[in-house]
C-alpha cells in the first residue's frame, strides 16, 4: 500500500514557476514509476509526466503540451517525487495530481497508476 501527499500548488501569473511535491509513504518507493496527472474544471484528467522506478534505465515521459517547460524528478532518498513547473500558461490551471504504478514501469494511462493523492490546485492568472 502507498499512501501520498502533494503539495507546492498556488496561484501565480503566467510566464511564473512553481514546484510540486508529492511525498509518499511505504518502503518500497523506489521501485515504483512515479507520474503527475491534472485536471482542469470540465474536463477529464489528462496525463502530464512519469519517470520510471529504479531498477534498469530511467526513462521520462512528458505530454506534448508541456514538453520543454514541466520536469518530473525523484529523490528516493526522500520517498518524494516533484514536478518542475516553468514558463506557466493560463491552460495550466488544474489540480494536478501525482500517482504510483504498482511496478517500476508506468506510461500515460491513468489505469497503470493503481495508488493516487489528493490532489493540489495550481492556478495561473494571465
Known amino acids: 500500500q502507498v499512501q501520498l501527499a502533494e503539495s507546492g500548488g498556488g496561484s501565480v501569473q503566467a510566464g511564473g514557476s512553481l514546484r510540486l511535491s508529492c511525498v509518499a509513504s511505504?518502503?518500497?518507493?523506489?521501485?515504483?514509476?512515479m507520474c503527475w496527472f491534472r485536471q482542469a474544471p470540465g474536463k477529464e484528467r489528462e496525463f502530464v509526466a512519469a519517470?520510471?522506478?529504479?531498477?534498469?534505465?530511467?526513462?521520462?515521459y512528458y505530454a506534448d503540451s508541456v514538453e520543454g517547460r514541466f520536469t518530473i524528478s525523484r529523490d528516493n532518498a526522500k520517498n518524494t517525487v516533484y514536478l518542475q513547473m516553468n514558463s506557466l500558461k493560463p491552460e495550466d490551471t488544474a489540480v494536478y495530481y501525482c500517482?504510483?504504478?504498482?511496478?517500476?514501469?508506468?506510461?500515460?494511462?491513468?489505469?497503470?497508476?493503481?495508488?493516487w493523492g489528493q490532489g493540489t490546485q495550481v492556478t495561473v492568472s494571465s
Open positions: 500517482a504510483a504504478a504498482p511496478l517500476r514501469d508506468g506510461g500515460t494511462r491513468a489505469d497503470e497508476y493503481d495508488y
Open positions: 519517470i520510471s522506478g529504479s531498477g534498469g534505465r530511467r526513462y521520462y
Open positions: 511505504g518502503r518500497t518507493f523506489s521501485s515504483h514509476a
